[in-house]
């Protein structure tokens, strides 16, 4: 038997998260060795990730799990979890869309139903003991079955690296796709898709073609801008060019017509929760239009005090999101500060795309605080520009204070040096 670290009371039944990729193929066959025979439920959550599940269940039960439960969770996950952050405006380390980081709160939730349905008395997970991943299962579990022992293997077993891991996969006749010869950590969903590891870790290589899977390169999509109009009720979007869609709907649309232009493409070395560095290179294509478009509609509708509180707390809430703090206290409080604060945040955006960029054009919202008879060069009979004078004395007038007592400060000091 290899290396391991038992509970106290070894578990007789574990619930799995499973996504039928190298490390949780790996993890049936090891938990069924280690752990005396433990009877193992798999769970896959359907995020929207590029592989097809179709034939995981299949590939569970070949491996040895006794049960394989396969959840559609796509429209949960981009209504509960995506338009939250996306309304709060949340952006980890000035780039990061937090795609995983919002898809494992909704995946590990899951996998807790179906362990207490199960009468489960352990969870398991395939998250290294480097990342992020292992802290976002982990808290939620907390959270939500703190009862439940957790397993992770790759903070306990033997395998050391993702080859290691191929080469037990191979021994133990579990199909996988990584190879020696591309061996990136991928995570796909309806969000984005992320590549980590292999020549990514030299953080001064250029990412190769093939570290995208989303998105045309730049330099390569079409010579000619293409225009879409998102509409948004209360900070949500609905409509693409003022046709009514799903979530679901809206997010793979704009992913495709994104992708096609070269848009939302971000290379990132990031800090990770556990003290190190890391790069990624993550594509969010739909994602990067709907930021663009929802920040414009916000210029147009909120006032300066409250924008520029919520872009504070927007800085709280990803670090929460990527922290794996989904089902905490202040998340929820500040999900109902983002909630208020959307009220008037309702309208049409229009959004250009040329050559990966996403920039908006156009703006409009019957809630809009911009008002042209106060705004134009031209004449008008609503602003006197004679009050500015005296506006500017008063808001200068702590700086020319300041300044003045700077100037007697600086003649008793030369004084002083005469």
């Excluded at 049960?67 to 952006?91: H, M, N, S």
Aim: glycine share 8%; hydrophobic share 40%; with cysteine.
């Amino acid at each position: 038997m290899s290396q391991s670290a038992n509970p106290a009371v070894a578990p007789q039944k574990v619930c799995l998260a499973y996504s039928g990729g190298l490390d949780t193929s790996c993890i049936i066959p090891w938990l069924k060795e280690n752990y005396d025979g433990c009877e193992v439920i798999a769970v896959a959550v359907n995020v929207g990730q590029p592989d097809d599940l179709s034939g995981v269940e299949a590939k569970a039960l070949a491996s040895g799990a006794a049960k394989c439960y396969v959840i559609d969770a796509r429209d949960e996950f981009v209504q509960d979890y995506v338009f939250p952050t996306l309304r709060a405006g949340a952006i980890y380390e000035r780039k990061y869309l937090l795609g995983t980081s919002m898809a494992r709160p909704v995946i590990a939730k899951h996998q807790v139903e179906v362990a207490l349905l199960e009468g489960c008395d352990a969870l398991a997970h395939g998250c290294t003991g480097k990342g992020n991943d292992q802290v976002r299962f982990e808290l939620t579990y907390q959270t939500l079955a703190p009862q439940l022992a957790v397993i992770a293997p790759w903070r306990q077993w033997d395998i050391r690296s993702r080859e290691d891991a191929i080469a037990y996969a191979a021994a133990h006749n579990v199909p996988v796709q990584a190879t020696a010869a591309k061996i990136y950590s991928l995570d796909g969903n309806l969000w984005h898709l992320s590549h980590e590891g292999g020549i990514l870790e030299d953080p001064w290589a250029e990412p190769p073609a093939d570290a995208y899977g989303l998105s045309v390169a730049p330099e390569d999509a079409p010579d000619r801008p293409a225009y879409v109009t998102i509409g948004f009720d209360r900070g949500t979007p609905v409509t693409l060019d003022g046709q009514p869609l799903s979530p679901l709907e809206l997010v793979a649309a704009l992913n495709e017509l994104g992708g096609a232009h070269g848009v939302g493409r971000i290379d990132l070395l990031e800090n990770r929760l556990v003290g190190m560095k890391s790069r990624g290179v993550y594509e969010t294509p739909g994602g990067a239009i709907l930021v663009a478009a929802h920040h414009e509609l916000e210029h147009l509708t909120l006032d300066k005090m409250t924008m520029r509180q919520k872009d504070q707390l927007a800085l709280a809430y990803a670090d929460l999101v990527y922290n794996g703090q989904w089902f905490s206290p202040l998340r929820e409080a500040l999900d109902a500060f983002v909630d208020k604060t959307q009220e008037p945040v309702t309208g049409e955006v229009r959004i250009k795309l040329y050559k990966g960029s996403a920039t908006a054009v156009g703006r409009r919202s019957p809630y809009g605080l911009y008002d042209e008879a106060l705004a134009t060069f031209g004449e008008d009979d609503v602003y006197r520009q004679a009050d500015a004078e005296g506006f500017i004395r008063l808001f200068g007038l702590g700086q020319q204070v300041a300044a003045q007592r700077a100037r007697r400060l600086h003649e008793q000091e030369t004084g002083a040096a005469r």
